[in-house]
């Protein structure tokens, strides 16, 4: 079936990286940076240049497309959903992506910073990659195969299905989302705009993986108000918020609770960022939990730790805040078993293992299900992600391009 397929998921790759698409999670704007439309603009006009009837994006950033049926069944509109920007955690700037055919086993050094060396011992999914193509950065960057691999597989499904027309399939939707990765890609979405009856993220990693569950997540503000006095006058005045700040952190567990020390089902809160001067100052934590109990629980636990340090140290005083970011998808997805079960079957026609996972973070998945559009996350086959040693395979992009045609299929087939 797709022996002769000239696939072009890698060449679509490498192109889309080249696009600083880095998101900015201090920024108020929507999207939170305007270099994201540049690669929404260049996705439009691809889908419209490979004769997609119905493409469009907006002032947000967000890409609409619309692949018409070519069944007369009633099949239920399924859609495929990537994000376009890359982390903020390791630069997106001037990347230069490498492929590196024939992998042989040895150890990568990425040629523009020399210290960054891709070896099979750190990274042992490398070795099932033997023989095969990968695709580095140059390292100084990221690759942003997060989440632009999941542009170029959707891209690449598409671009078959337009040139393989007997493939019977109903209605698909495109969706390419801005700042996905500040917790923002679902803001300013239309689902009525959209039209879709149930999703698909390609947002994963290992090739066969399947991910129908999430952490649920809230972050934290603690805010400090210290006692400003002139140093050269303050004994028994001044009260520092820094040096209470550094005291809540110093205070955290060091053996738990931290995500240098869970795995599994294990959650975390974790301190992400410190700012502010000796008066005031505030430090922003992510929760993380699989379960909800939990989570509340998390945030209990970091309220009396922080009120127990400030307390030592009157007349301070300090704010708490907690705000939902997103659910795990699962008490979603879990109403709606098909939508599982048929990504697994496609999978499965792949010839690939299934490896059904839960995800220790989020995905746009995770609120596009909870508002209303049921949202299961496929794989990618993205590797070390966020960092300057990301990597992917070639073949595991042509599984994952295969594994969505199978889908298509698949839904008409049940209809």
Known sequence: MFTEYPYTVAD???????????????????????????????????????????VQTDPFGYVYAT?????????????????????PDCSGTHVKPLLHKDYDGSDIVLPDDPSQVLRIQDYPYL???????????????????????????????????????HIKHGEVKILFTPDEEVGRGTDKLDLQKLGADF????????????????????????????????????????????????????SLPADRLSPETTEGR?????????????EKATINFIIRSFEESALHEQARFLLEL??????????????????????NMKLVLDRYPQVTAYAEEAIRR??????????RGGT????????????????????????????VGVEDMKKAVETLVHLVMIWEERS
């Open 12 to 54: 679509r790759l490498m192109r889309y990286v080249q696009i600083d698409t880095q998101s900015n999670p201090l920024a108020t704007t929507y999207p939170t940076t305007e270099k994201q439309k540049n690669l929404s603009r260049l996705l439009v006009q691809e889908l419209l240049q490979m004769g997609v009837p119905d």
């Open 364 to 391: 746009d998945g995770s609120r596009l299900s909870y508002l209303g559009l049921p949202c299961p996350n496929l794989f990618t086959g993205m590797q070390a992600i966020h960092s300057k040693l990301e990597w």
């Open 266 to 278: 294990e959650g975390f809160v974790h301190p992400v960022r410190v700012e502010g001067i000796a």
């Open 67 to 87: 692949l018409p049926a070519n069944t007369e069944k009633k099949v239920p509109v399924i859609c495929f959903c990537s994000h376009v920007d890359t982390a």
């Open 350 to 359: 792949t010839g690939l293992a299934l490896k059904k996972e839960s995800i």
């Open 127 to 165: 070795r099932g990659h033997i023989g095969q193509s990968i695709i580095t950065a140059s390292g100084t960057t990221l690759l942003g195969a997060d989440d632009k691999a999941g542009l170029a597989i959707i891209m690449d499904m598409v671009h078959y299905l337009l040139h393989h027309p």
């Open 306 to 327: 922080a009120e127990g340090v400030v307390g030592k140290h009157p007349p301070a005083t300090m704010e708490f805040t907690v705000q939902e970011q997103y659910r």
């Open 199 to 250: 999703g698909y993220t390609l947002d994963g990693g290992e090739a066969g993986s399947l991910e129908d569950e999430t952490f649920s997540a809230n972050a934290a503000t603690i805010t400090i108000h210290g006692v400003i006095a002139h140093p050269g006058y303050a004994k028994n005045k001044l009260v520092n918020a820094l040096k209470i700040a550094g005291e809540i952190l110093q």
